[in-house]
C-alpha cells in the first residue's frame, strides 16, 4: 500500500490549506476504507486529527473540530483535508495513514492502530 501527502506549506495564521493524500495498492488482498489524517509537531506525539471510518463516519479530533473538513475523492482514491481558520499551534508534519480491513468507532484517528503510512506533508503557520 503506497499513500503520498501534498498540500503543504507556509501560510499566515487565519489561512486555509488544503491537504490531499493519494493511494494506491498492487495487493489485491488489501481493502479498507478506513483511513486517517494524523499530525506530529516536534516535540509531541502524533495526534489524530481527522478519520472516516469503513462505513463511512465521519470524525475529527477535539482541538481541529469545526475549522477542518474530511472528504474523499473514491473514484481516484484521494483523501481530502481542508484546514481552515489556521492557527500557529497546527504547525506540525501532516500524515496520512489506513488499516488493511473494516475498522469501526475511533479507530481513524488513533495511530497505533494504523498500519500503513505516508511521509508526511509539512505545514506551517505563521502568526
Given at each position: 500500500?503506497?499513500?503520498?501527502?501534498?498540500?503543504?506549506?507556509?501560510?499566515?495564521?487565519?489561512?486555509?490549506?488544503?491537504?490531499?493524500?493519494?493511494?494506491?495498492?498492487?495487493?489485491?488482498?488489501?481493502?479498507?476504507?478506513?483511513?486517517?489524517?494524523?499530525?506530529?509537531?516536534?516535540?509531541?506525539?502524533?495526534?489524530?486529527?481527522?478519520?472516516?471510518?469503513?462505513?463511512?463516519?465521519?470524525?475529527?479530533?477535539?482541538?481541529?473540530?469545526?475549522r477542518?473538513?474530511?472528504?474523499?475523492d473514491?473514484?481516484?482514491?484521494?483523501?481530502?483535508?481542508?484546514?481552515?481558520?489556521?492557527?500557529?499551534?497546527?504547525?506540525?508534519?501532516?500524515?496520512?495513514?489506513?488499516?488493511?480491513?473494516?475498522?469501526?468507532?475511533?479507530?481513524p484517528?488513533?495511530?497505533?492502530?494504523?498500519?500503513?503510512?505516508?511521509?508526511?506533508t509539512?505545514?506551517?503557520?505563521?502568526?
Amino acid at each position: 500500500v503506497q499513500l503520498a501527502e501534498s498540500g503543504g506549506g507556509s501560510v499566515q495564521a487565519g489561512g486555509s490549506l488544503t491537504l490531499s493524500c493519494t493511494y494506491s495498492t498492487l495487493d489485491y488482498r488489501f481493502d479498507s476504507d478506513c483511513m486517517g489524517w494524523f499530525r506530529q509537531a516536534p516535540g509531541k506525539e502524533r495526534e489524530g486529527v481527522a478519520g472516516i471510518t469503513s462505513l463511512g463516519k465521519i470524525m475529527y479530533g477535539n482541538s481541529v473540530k469545526g475549522r477542518f473538513s474530511l472528504s474523499q475523492d473514491n473514484a481516484r482514491n484521494i483523501l481530502y483535508l481542508r484546514m481552515n481558520s489556521l492557527r500557529p499551534e497546527d504547525t506540525a508534519t501532516y500524515f496520512c495513514a489506513t488499516i488493511d480491513g473494516f475498522c469501526s468507532g475511533d479507530t481513524p484517528i488513533i495511530a497505533d492502530r494504523m498500519d500503513y503510512w505516508g511521509k508526511g506533508t509539512l505545514v506551517t503557520i505563521a502568526s
